[in-house]
């Protein structure tokens, strides 16, 4: 019997004065693959930001519980810590610091011990091929002059070596072709058959969901959630969008 490992309780949230979530609900279980669609400005990415703890983002009601604990006013670095993981829809360039050197570092981070260099070395070329990815940009700094594409591998790789109890994946197919968006796909289909970590993966497309096991999917209309299925869900917007939910969400 699955676990319950992220509570979304009656959350509120707010950038600057301007409210975005209105009393949100959401339970992950461990192990679960969730789905959080709508369309654009509906805010799907400030939930994620919300649970990651982005300070730009103010939670004014609610509460969020990650394993049995309330993180609601935790800081980003204490929630990875937890075991908590977010791909952005942008990935930073951090100049000065190799792929290879940032990824072992958020690991004792996140592990509280020592890396040990050989086993990390060849798990991280087993991930690189997987990602076909070249062993080269192991020793790039992290993201500098990456391709779009480039930067999303890059997040999956951080997202299979890191091996989080739940990732939240932030547009990860945006801006990517087909082959890129394929192969990125194959990297989170790894991470669901390697342990029980969940996932919750924000987007307006469907384009990376189509190999990947969906158990719920969720639809976001101007900050409420208004519908909630299983993975047929996906299919229905594929074939119809959005339109039948967008007066479903009242005034944002």
Aim: hydrophobic letters at 35%.
């Amino acid at each position: 019997m699955s676990q319950p490992l992220v509570h979304v309780n009656n959350v509120s949230v707010h950038i600057d004065s301007k409210q975005v979530l209105h009393d949100v609900n959401l339970t992950i279980n461990k192990g679960e693959t969730h789905v959080l669609m709508g369309p654009n400005g509906a805010g799907k990415s400030t939930l994620g930001n919300t649970l990651m703890g982005n300070p730009l983002y103010t939670l004014t009601a609610g509460s969020l519980i990650f394993d049995g604990t309330d993180i609601s006013h935790e800081s980003t670095d204490k929630r990875a810590k937890l075991g908590m993981f977010m791909s952005f829809q942008n990935p930073l360039e951090v100049p000065g610091i190799s792929v290879e050197a940032f990824i072992r570092s958020a690991l004792q981070q996140r592990t509280g011990e020592r890396v040990k260099l050989f086993h990390f070395q060849k798990e991280l070329k087993a991930c690189m091929q997987l990602l076909n990815m070249d062993e080269s940009y192991a020793n790039r700094d992290l993201n500098v002059g990456f391709s779009g594409g480039e930067r999303k591998k890059s997040e999956i790789l951080q997202l299979l070596m890191l091996k989080p109890k739940f990732a939240i994946l932030d547009e990860t197919d945006s801006g990517l072709d087909v082959d890129a968006v394929r192969t990125v796909s194959k990297g989170i289909e790894e991470y669901q058959k390697s342990q029980d970590g969940a996932l919750l993966i924000i987007t307006h497309s469907t384009k990376i969901l189509e190999s990947l096991h969906v158990d719920h999917t969720h639809i976001l209309v101007k900050g409420h959630i208004v519908a909630s299925g299983d993975g047929s869900l996906v299919q229905e917007i594929n074939d119809h969008g959005f339109e039948k939910y967008l007066s479903a969400g009242g005034e944002a």
